[in-house]
């Protein structure tokens, strides 16, 4: 049950979820405050004073490629050269690791940005090997650290940085910040921030705090951005502006699709173009990239749908040969319509299955399976996703344990009611009024979700398909004589006309041809 919602009750509820209030550009805290940030900055002056050799190494997600981006823009800005590295996921493994050290020999100093936090062995072969190395990164640290030069991470607990939900690439733009300071040069920081707004977004940051700030600058700035890259997808989306839902769901997908199909050098590669031409080409390539990447997903998760015992409280399928760099995407997939945390392996050639699962709702899916570790090879991750590998005979052990750790322990129980649903409307409380509250409190995404509606007996007056392969629906629903249209992506589910149902449902501004009309955008229709 529900409660009704009023335009006030939903303004005190928004404004809930912004302790601070809302803040500013010059909210922003100082890059010194960082723990190592001056020890780092000098140690990289003292490098562009010497001419020294540097590396950087990034990481295959959005996150690490914008990072690995925004260094390499800056020192092409500063005309100094250096080297760059995105790990191959299925060659390399994750970050800075003993597989890429052969390619980095010969460097004085190497930066990692987006990783290395938990690269000991790694950071020792660096030492044997005479390599200086700066971490910059924002994952939590295992107990042991990895030794280095200098170590820039807000979730160390000596450092006095204000925020700890923070991403790699803001972490990179502050990097750059404390050496345009040192090196006493004029930079456009906002140039780098666009791309830093496309991280925070993609490797799903809070949208509170600083975050809020540094997208809403960011977004700004992407619609008179000058760089090649976003010139090209802006042409061929043919927007002006993107919102962080454009960025999130259509924009990130395409740029992680290097990484989880070939290369991610080859995002880096677009994003870094240097002419509208190159760009446009690196942007088809990227878009083929991820129409294999939805194609392959779509295989699997019916693959594995067909193996879901919807008895279980958190679905664990495994398949041969499944592509590796889509079970996360497809544990996503089969979580959102099973309503039940997934894990989604798949059997590598040494034999080892290897995957990630995706939690539902408040369900802790890290908190069940550490409790499971001795069953796993490798794992890693927070309470809504995780990375995993174990033996194929360890498989049917490790699915009757994690079964157990869920069903014994209540905190892991699934919550029945949605968290993002703010309340129940009525259509006739549907206005502009209500959408100029909403954009108030943009950009929406983790931490600060779109706000979900619930409305009921509400009837179907007309549903038809719309898409190239009728793969969404066009509706128009009444209640109490008061009509809305909406639209539901990807579905394939059948709705008579005259049906009485209950909606759930985000409220969307929808512009054509010079009119303005609200629409909604469903999420379920239960019948």
């Known amino acids: 049950m529900y409660p009704a919602i009023t335009l006030k009750a939903l303004e005190t509820l928004l404004n809930s979820r912004f302790k601070e209030g809302f803040l500013s550009l010059k909210d922003l805290p100082q890059p010194s405050i960082f723990k190592d940030m001056d020890r780092a900055t000098q140690r990289i002056v003292s490098a562009i004073e010497n001419r020294e050799k540097i590396t950087v190494i990034g990481d295959y997600d959005v996150d690490g490629v914008v990072s690995t981006t925004l260094m390499k823009l800056f020192f092409e800005e500063i005309d100094y050269p250096v080297e760059w590295i995105i790990p191959n996921r299925f060659k390399d493994g994750y970050g800075l690791s003993a597989n890429i050290i052969p390619r980095i020999k010969g460097t004085d100093l190497a930066i990692t940005v987006d990783n290395g936090i938990s690269a000991l062995h790694a950071a020792q072969l660096c030492k044997e090997e005479g390599i200086e190395l700066i971490i910059t990164d924002h994952h939590l640290l295992a107990p042991e650290v990895p030794e280095a030069y200098a170590i820039i991470d807000q979730k160390q607990e000596a450092c006095d940085f204000p925020y700890s939900d923070v991403c790699g690439a803001q972490i990179a733009w502050y990097l750059i910040a404390s050496l345009k300071n040192a090196l006493g040069i004029q930079i456009n ?119 879901v015992d919807h008895n279980d409280n958190v679905i664990i399928v495994a398949g041969e040969g499944w592509h590796e760099g889509v079970v996360g995407i497809v544990a996503a997939r089969v979580a959102g319509i099973c309503e039940k945390p997934c894990i989604i392996l798949t059997q590598n050639d040494e034999g080892l299955l290897k995957g990630s699962g995706r939690s539902f709702g408040d369900c802790d899916l890290f908190g069940i399976v550490d409790g499971c570790r001795e069953y796993l090879e490798k794992f890693g991750g927070h309470q809504a996703a995780i990375g995993l590998s174990l033996k194929q005979e360890s498989l049917e052990a490790f699915k009757a344990q994690v079964e157990d750790r869920y069903c014994t322990d209540s905190m892991y129980m699934k919550e029945e009611r949605d968290p993002e649903i703010v309340g129940e409307l009525h259509f006739s409380d549907i206005s502009f009024d209500l959408a100029a509250l909403l954009k108030k409190f943009e950009p929406f995404g983790q931490g600060n979700h779109r706000p979900k509606f619930i409305s009921k007996n509400v009837e179907i007056l007309q549903a038809d398909t719309m898409g190239k392969e009728g793969e969404h629906l066009r509706f128009s629903f009444v209640q109490d004589g008061i009509i809305m249209q909406g639209v539901k992506f990807k579905t394939k589910e059948v709705f008579g006309i005259g049906q009485k149902v209950t909606l759930t449902y985000t409220i969307n501004e929808n512009h054509f041809r010079g009119n303005v009309t609200l629409q909604l955008m469903v999420e379920k229709i239960v019948q």
């Open 189 to 307: 920081m906002m140039e780098y921030m666009e791309l830093v707004s496309i991280a925070i977004i993609a490797d799903m940051m809070p949208l509170q705090h600083i975050n809020r700030v540094m997208v809403l600058a960011g977004l700004k700035a992407l619609s008179k951005s000058k760089k090649p890259a976003i010139k090209a997808y802006l042409e061929h989306t043919q927007k002006s502006e993107l919102s962080s839902e454009d960025i999130a769901f259509f924009f990130a997908p395409i740029l992680n699709s290097a990484g989880r199909m070939e290369d991610a050098s080859f995002a880096v590669d677009f994003l870094s173009s240097t002419n509208i031409y190159d760009a446009r080409v690196r942007l088809e390539r990227l878009m083929d990239f991820n129409i294999l990447r939805k194609a392959t997903e779509q295989d699997i998760t019916q693959k594995a749908m067909k193996q």
